[in-house]
């Protein structure tokens, strides 16, 4: 039985699509989520998050991605190609177009359980054509594995500002502010924050890292 957790902002269209989900018995609908302040906890029970992104606000899209720590398929994915590509570098790993029948949105759940990939043509064109693109070659360095949460934080990092500043900018706490940069510092395969915003600098990520920049700060 694979749980499924629906995600969206409008309550009737996750009530409709947990009684359509329903009619799988593999499948079992264990909650379905509109409140920022449920998603962890409605992401803990769950094999699939199904994430209705036509409904969802994007902060709201990325504190999915960001809390939660199980395959993800987005529903009626923005049609952007900017937008469908954060998703997928954010950790989105099936995408099922608004206009699709029941059946697919099944067949990506299922596929999504077995950490499998699915997307229609549009989204795997946007996808090849960004992989190929002169900008976004998958360097070793691990800079093109950044979320855009990541990149939001090292940003900040180059400006000079302190764990602490930078969890009062974003609006988050911490030690979530810890975790993002030691998971940049694995990513990036780096040291320190100075070596994390030098490699990013090389990249053209950052432009000139800030002068600013306390080089004594730690990541932990």
Known sequence: MIRVCLIGGIRLTREGLGALIGHDDRL????????????RVAGGFADVVVLDASSTAPQTMRRVVEETRVPIVALAPPGDEATVIALAQMGVIAFVEGEACLDELVAAIHRAARNEATFPPRVGTALLHHISSPGSDRAADGTAELTMREREVIRLVAAG???????????????????????????????????AVTRLGMRNELGRPSRDLDLSRSFS
Do not use: P
């Open 28 to 39: 079992e609908v264990t909650a379905h989520v509109g409140r920022d302040d449920g998603i």
């Open 161 to 195: 500002l302190s764990n602490k500043e930078i969890g009062a900018r974003l609006c988050i706490e911490l030690g979530t502010v810890k975790n993002h940069v030691h998971n940049i510092l694995g990513k990036l395969q780096v040291n320190g924050r100075a070596a």
